[in-house]
């Protein structure tokens, strides 16, 4: 995208300074590459920045959660307990709830994305 005016990139400029409050979020990144051309998607007003939306406001993330992640929500030990079962169901379908708002925003269908409908 071509500055073409000093509003233009006084207006850039105040969006790029723009903190996130405190919390979990989740972005997604759709690169194309050529030989002669990387394009990254990014929202049209905020253009220094991938599209994002946040998950909730803590952002520490439990071991049974990073564990929901990294194995697709299957239980690797026997002796987890119906609790962290209960908060690892949350957790995916907080997830799961926000990754499908953050691509409809986008006007990404979910099979363009190659994402699971399981986590």
Request: aromatic share 4%; hydrophobic share 40%; with cysteine.
């Amino acid at each position: 995208m071509l500055l073409l005016t000093a509003s233009d990139m006084i207006i850039y400029h105040k969006l790029s300074q723009v903190k996130l409050k405190k919390g979990l979020y989740l972005g997604y990144m759709r690169l194309i590459s050529t030989m002669d051309v990387i394009k990254v998607l990014v929202p049209e007003d905020m253009p220094n920045t991938l599209p994002y939306l946040k998950i909730r406001d803590c952002p520490e993330v439990s071991i049974d959660e990073l564990d929901a992640l990294q194995n697709g929500g299957h239980l690797i030990e026997d002796h987890k307990t119906s609790v962290s079962t209960s908060a690892r169901t949350n957790f995916q379908n907080l997830v799961m709830e926000t990754s499908k708002k953050l691509l409809a925003s986008l006007g990404i269908s979910e099979s363009e994305t190659g994402i699971s409908p399981n986590i």
